[in-house]
């Protein structure tokens, strides 16, 4: 597709399941964001991962978060023993530098939103 | 630590009036400054940037200022449209050898254009 895809794009679970939420970055672009957005507040960083380099998890809120890249390309972020503060929209992004501008710009997927009952 | 601030949460303006929304930083190594905007339901969407070596620039209706000494920047709409009633993320990043750091955004101000 021509943008990122996100997956599902709403989903509603029990306290304590796990989740897995999906992202499809747009081809050829190296790296790669996940961030929150809870009711009301502003973008939370989660983590980036950026080619072949170690990813970096400095924003994930707690060990019950994890994602991992598949070949570079798809991307899961997974939650475990969900909480209702978990509840929140869960925005993946992926971007890549224009050679010779060094602008760096991140295009979003619409998000998933999460409901933790 | 917030590195990058919106002190606004919200805005109000007249259509045809402009519309400036200001945003602050504190880390003066960022070499890049963006601004993206968002619907409700849609992810952002970038908007306009600017570079820490210039002090301007425009896009259309859009126009980015940046005062590094006094690590401000704005963002100008002139004239504001009901259709540019949104959130608006300001945000930075810095480059690392031929890579970049990650990009920090601000917590958003809330435009509402009043037709």
């Known amino acids: 597709g021509a943008g990122v895809s996100q997956s599902p794009s709403n989903k509603v679970t029990e306290k304590g399941k796990d989740v897995e939420l999906r992202c499809d970055p747009i081809?050829?672009?190296?790296?790669l964001y996940w961030y929150r957005q809870s009711l009301g507040q502003g973008l939370e960083f989660l983590i980036y991962?950026?080619?072949?380099?170690?990813?970096?998890k400095s924003g994930l809120p707690s060990d019950r978060f994890s994602a991992e890249r598949t070949g570079g390309s798809v991307s899961t972020l997974t939650i475990q023993r969900t909480q209702q503060e978990d509840s929140a929209v869960y925005l993946c992004?992926?971007?890549?530098?224009?050679?010779?501008?060094?602008?760096?710009?991140?295009?979003f997927g619409a998000g998933t939103r999460l409901s933790v009952l | 630590d917030q590195q990058v601030k919106q002190n606004s949460p919200s805005l109000s303006v007249q259509e045809g009036r402009i519309s400036i929304l200001n945003c602050d930083y504190t880390?003066?190594?960022?070499?890049?400054f963006l601004w993206y905007k968002k619907y409700p339901a849609e992810g952002p969407t970038f908007l306009i940037s600017?570079?820490?070596?210039?002090d301007k620039n425009e896009d259309g209706r859009f126009t980015v200022f940046l005062n590094k000494s006094a690590k401000h920047l704005s963002l100008h709409i002139v004239p504001s449209q009901p259709g540019d009633s949104a959130v608006y993320f300001c945000?930075?990043?810095?480059?690392?050898?031929?890579?970049?750091?990650?990009?920090?955004f601000g917590p958003g101000t809330s435009l509402s254009v009043i037709p």
């Open positions: 992004a992926s971007s890549f530098l224009l050679k010779g501008q060094g602008l760096y710009i991140q295009y």
């Open positions: 081809s050829g672009h190296t790296a």
């Open positions: 991962f950026q080619g072949n380099s170690a990813p970096d």
């Open positions: 880390n003066s190594m960022f070499d890049y």
């Open positions: 600017i570079s820490s070596i210039k």
């Open positions: 945000a930075a990043i810095r480059l690392v050898r031929t890579s970049y750091d990650k990009v920090i």
